[in-house]
């Protein structure tokens, strides 16, 4: 028989069933997709940003550095 102090360390049945239950949740949630405004969200994140006072970005590169 194995001596524990409660607490310290969960045997390996209850581990296996909480790793169980995780992969039960998991699968759920893969299975339910990434919702249609997520999408959206990043479709325009991957957008070039408009500068703020409305004109065209600079695309040159001159390489002046300044």
């Known amino acids: 028989m194995e001596t ?3 607490g ?3 045997g390996s049945d ?3 069933k909480i790793g169980q239950h995780l992969r039960a949740m998991y699968d ?3 299975r339910q997709g990434v919702p249609d405004r997520f999408l959206d969200l990043l ?3 991957d957008e ?3 500068p703020k006072d409305g004109s065209a ?3 040159r590169n001159d390489g002046g550095g300044r």
Do not use: K, M
């Open 4 to 6: 524990r102090l409660p």
């Open 8 to 10: 310290t360390t969960l």
């Open 14 to 16: 209850i581990q296996a």
């Open 28 to 30: 759920d949630v893969v």
């Open 43 to 45: 479709s325009r994140l």
């Open 48 to 50: 070039p940003a408009a």
């Open 57 to 59: 970005p600079d695309t």
